[in-house]
């Protein structure tokens, strides 16, 4: 059974300083202009180089993101320009991402899709990849091992 190990996207495998200031504002369309800047974020390439070699070791890679999937077109174009996966393996459940609407919290998201995983794929999951603290804590809680790559208090 091949080890599958997941990684958030915003903050954790992109760098997302440049569009942080976005949520600051007080409109409505701030999460959606926030997801639209993403082809912007900056590689992290301390997580980048674990996820490739944990990859390159036979690990299956997914990615649970919080993104809104109105930016699925631009994270595929993203990962695939900075890792080594084809914009074509990024389907199904290796890349996971919230539903257009869907502003539940993003622990309580993960959490779904965590509970929502087939019983198999469950089993042959080593560890998370994440940095905002309670998602973290969520992982933790649901007894995955979680690194945490950034301070994520917000």
Not at 93 to 100: D, N, Y
Request: glycine share 6%.
């Amino acid at each position: 059974m091949k080890p599958l190990y997941i990684f958030d996207i915003d903050g954790t495998v992109a760098l997302i300083e440049h569009r942080r200031h976005i949520l600051d504002r007080d409109d409505r369309l701030k999460w959606r202009d926030f997801y639209a800047a993403c082809d912007k974020d900056l590689p992290n390439e301390p997580v980048i180089r674990t996820l490739e070699g944990l990859r390159h070791a036979g690990a299956d890679i997914w990615f649970f993101s919080g993104r809104s999937d109105e930016v699925r077109d631009k994270t595929v174009a993203w990962l695939a320009h900075h890792t080594s996966f084809m914009s074509w393996e990024l389907d199904g459940p290796m890349l996971t991402m919230r539903a257009k609407g869907d502003y539940t919290a993003d622990d309580e998201l993960k959490r779904q899709w965590l509970d929502a995983m087939l019983i198999d794929d469950r089993r042959r999951l080593v560890a998370t990849f994440d940095d905002r603290d309670r998602v973290v804590a969520m992982w933790r809680d649901a007894g995955v091992t979680c690194f945490q790559v950034a301070s994520g208090e917000f």
